[in-house]
């Protein structure tokens, strides 16, 4: 693993290139989406909003699991006092370079998705658009298959750094070995949960690109985006070293998240199918064919 890449005096962290990568990575296939549907929105826009509010969430979500770590952190912070604010600035970046939920930055980049659906427009008369206004639900739909290549790129991060969100001691020929500098360090033989994630994530876009083909109704994709998206999060905590907290410590916080998601994927597809009835844009030329 490699947690940093030094250049002369300069390090960067694994993780947050990825991070970028991974919204890069968005943000090419959200924009294929506009393209496909005729939307008028900036991709790069969207997805820089997604991705800032998404890790402060992330962020959040995850101190206030711990709350009385969390104002030891900031006690330590504020040690070398305030008439030295460069140091409390570099204990902040260094307290804030690791620990993130991925659930805590799912509802909040779901919740930045959705206002900006209000802001954005079709292009042209479009079947199904009452005011030519995308919508909350409907961009949410749009940007379903970006959600899943983001995020399995993102993973890779997560591998890259050591970070703690790999798996458990494995003998699999697969296995990885973190080095020593790794953000949580181990000398086992660990199964890797992030290419895992990665591969699914893959398979995921694959899913939500080709049923975007086909008419469903608004809001039908991110059900079931959030059905694969927690039954993926579920499996593989099995595998994770997250400790097992919840019923008889057989499941992690993370998995009782997931199935979460998974109920509200599922109710939200069924009322889509019941009670949705408005019709799906015009499609234009698939971008990726």
Known sequence: MFPYIHLGSLTLGTFGLLLWFAAVCAAFVLHLSFVRFRVEADALNIVALVTLFGILGAKLWHE??????????FHQMMLPGLHHPGAILLG???????????????????????????????????????????GALRMLDLAAPAAAVGYGVGRLGCLTS????????TTLPWGVHMRPDALVPTPDLVQPTPIYEFLFSLLVFWIMWQLAKRFKPVGWLTG???????????????????????????????????????VAGGLLMAWAARRNRQGAPALADDPLT
């Open 92 to 134: 902040f970046l260094q307290w804030f370079k690791a620990g993130f939920a991925w659930f805590g930055g799912m509802l909040v980049g779901v919740a930045t998705l959705c206002w900006q659906g209000h802001t954005s427009r079709f292009k042209g008369s479009l079947q199904g658009t009452p005011g030519k206004r995308v």
């Open 162 to 169: 050591g970070d703690g969100d790999y798996g458990i001691k």
């Open 64 to 73: 206030l699991q711990a709350p009385a770590e969390l104002a030891a952190a």
């Open 224 to 262: 079931l985006y959030l059905i694969l998206s927690g039954l993926g999060r579920f499996l593989v905590e099995f595998v994770r070293i997250n400790p097992k907290i919840y019923f008889g410590d057989t499941m992690s916080n993370a998995q009782v998240a997931a199935l979460g998601t998974i």
